[in-house]
């Protein structure tokens, strides 16, 4: 069965991923992802009722440690790397209206 | 410059052997990194292994390794010893790109474990190495900043995505790099580069400082020329972290050591279902392996494991979903680029669409599909299931044998181009070696053979989890049986001739 994603679709997913698709990037992209979707419609078709999923390779289960003090990174090194900086805090365009 | 103090196996001595001689005196750190800094300004600039050359950090850690043998004390297995890393592994004040528009000016505030480790064996930095784009790719061609060519053939890709470190290697520039392994980024680049090339077991090295791709199948590891070397890199670099939960609490001593011990009584799988899918040449070196193993003592057989070639269209379900959800962090607000928007909202996608190459755009998009409402039970949680299937097929394969013997790839260095304009057709340069990745197990790749065009062929050695040393037990028997000149750095007058 051929996958089809349609131009809406494609705008949806984008939003969720906060990407800025152009209208040609969404046309060339549903393309692909339908291409690659298609390829793994063998794994799709595979009865694989009662295969327990895997997540992760290790049995692992949480990893604890002592609730003690200890160094950080410093936050001038931190916020050196972000683009904007306002009063050693990470800067946002505003994010709340402006009071009436 | 004088021979002795190469950086490489070019001048015919490896790390091991350079690393004894700076320990004992005999030769100056400070001399094999001016070797090592000629060989790279005056070759790179062709080749484009490495993002940035950290040559006056070198210098300084040249001087330290010096001072140190001249006042006593041993600065280390790794004395002196030229290290390329890959560009996603952070490194304190330095560039640390993932050759993304999104990281190019950005340098981190801490150094990753394994650079730690580096700097504490007397290793010496040379600089950060080329990668596909936060190491999605199987060619270095999605770098932000240009592809890197691979030396044996100018005109062909490296392979991917730690292009820059195998290439690096094969180039002499360095006799040990490190990489990431993903699906495959470790061995592929090594197979089509003529370099040795060892994924470890997932949580046998700390991924401390490793940018993020997709969590559960990342894994740091060594290149080398040859397996000796790799294993020593290997030792050093591995180990329990605690700043990685995930990594393990094993010893890992006795690995360089297990290169010498032989492949008596070994018990060895050839993977049918690998060897249909390669190419006359990758097949043909792998069954020539499996005679040298052979004739040194292992027991070797055919084995038959087809679920192993559903791990493709797994990963490409499971690893971009991980990276939709890992790269969900370049927001333009922490780290590197921001374009400027009305609100938070398009400031964060403008910058997205801006800062990401259009392969991470599209991993993006895939990951967030296959997570998305709806979708989430068809795509990821059968491929959850598919990575279950795998690890069975292992788990059958172990209880007959040590160790498992495939082609790490389907097909010899391709050229620039060849794969660029269909995203599927490069994810099938990993068929071979995702099914390690979704198990969690070590996996290795041993250059073996050179194809009719002079291009070098990997072979693959695969193991259970935790089992590196029945690998290069195995690695080592396969290298010395390998055909002579079968791996880099590749000989003199060879890029001449072309």
Not at chain 2, 103 to 111: G, I, M, N, Q
Not at chain 2, 336 to 346: I, K, S, T
Request: aromatic share 6%.
């Amino acid at each position: 069965m051929a996958v089809e994603l349609s131009p809406a679709e494609v705008q949806h997913v984008a939003r969720l991923a906060r990407l800025a698709l152009s209208v040609e990037e969404s046309e060339a992209v549903a393309g692909q992802l339908s291409a690659i979707l298609d390829h793994v419609e063998a794994v799709r078709a595979l009865d694989l009722e009662g295969v327990p999923a895997t997540s992760h390779p290790l049995e692992l289960v949480n990893v604890l440690r002592d609730d003690v003090e200890r160094p950080c990174l410093d936050r001038a090194d931190v916020l050196g790397g972000a683009p904007a900086v306002e009063d050693g805090r990470f800067a946002v365009p505003r994010i709340l209206g402006e009071a009436p | 410059m004088s021979a002795p103090v190469g950086p490489s196996g070019a001048s015919g001595i490896g790390a091991v052997e350079l690393a004894a001689r700076v320990r004992a005196g005999e030769v100056l750190a400070a001399d094999v990194a001016e070797a090592a800094l000629e060989q790279v300004g005056r070759r790179d600039g062709e080749l484009h292994c490495f993002n940035t050359v950290t040559g006056d950090a070198m210098r300084l850690a040249a001087g330290a390794v010096d001072r140190l043998v001249s006042s006593g004390v041993d600065p280390g297995p790794l004395a002196g010893v030229p290290v390329a890393v890959k560009d996603n592994l952070c490194t304190r004040g330095v560039p640390t790109t993932c050759s993304s528009k999104m990281l190019e000016h950005w340098a981190p505030p801490y150094d990753a474990t394994v650079v730690r480790k580096l700097a504490a064996a007397g290793a010496l930095v040379v600089g950060k190495t080329n990668l596909d784009e936060f190491a999605m790719g199987s060619s270095t061609e999605n770098s932000a900043f240009g592809p890197t060519r691979n030396p044996w053939d100018t005109s062909r890709v490296p392979g991917g995505s730690s292009g820059g470190s195998a290439a690096a290697v094969a180039a002499g520039f360095a006799p040990l790099a490190l990489g990431s392994d993903t699906g495959g980024s470790i061995r592929q680049p090594a197979a089509l580069c003529g370099v040795v090339g060892i994924k470890p077991t997932y949580g046998l090295v700390s991924r401390y400082g490793l940018v993020a791709f997709a969590s559960s199948l990342d894994q740091v590891g060594p290149f080398a020329a040859t397996v000796g070397e790799a294993a020593l890199l290997l030792e050093v670099i591995a180990g329990h972290d605690e700043m990685d939960s995930t990594s393990l609490d094993r010893p890992v001593d006795g690995l360089l050591a297990a290169t010498g011990m032989g492949v008596g009584g070994l018990r060895v799988g050839v993977v049918t279902d690998f060897l249909a899918g390669a190419s006359g040449d990758c097949a043909a070196a792998v069954r020539s392996a499996a005679e040298v193993l052979a004739g040194a003592g292992a027991a070797v057989e055919e084995v038959a494991l087809p679920e192993l070639l559903h791990g493709l269209s797994a990963y490409y379900l499971i690893a971009p979903a991980e990276a939709s959800s890992n790269l969900a962090r370049y927001d333009g607000v922490r780290y590197g680029l921001r374009v400027d928007g009305d609100d938070v909202e398009q400031m964060n996608a403008r910058t997205r669409a801006e800062g990401f190459g259009p392969e991470v755009r599209r991993r993006i998009m895939l990951g967030t599909y296959v997570l998305s409402a709806g979708y989430y039970d068809a795509y990821y949680a059968q491929a959850q299931r598919v990575r279950t299937l795998v690890a069975r097929a292992f788990a059958r394969a172990y209880e007959r044998f040590d160790v498992l013997l495939a082609p790490t790839t389907p097909s010899v260095a391709f050229p620039l181009g060849a794969k660029t304009a269909d995203p599927l057709e490069m994810y099938l340069a990993d068929l071979f070696t995702i099914p390690s990745n979704l198990a969690g197990h070590p996996a290795m790749s041993v250059p073996f053979a050179l194809d009719a065009q002079g291009l070098p062929v990997g072979v693959q050695v695969l193991a259970p989890a935790l089992g590196e040393m029945a690998m290069l037990r195995a690695g080592s028997v396969v290298e010395a049986g390998a055909m002579p000149g079968a791996r880099g750095p590749v000989p003199a007058g060879r890029e001449a001739a072309r």
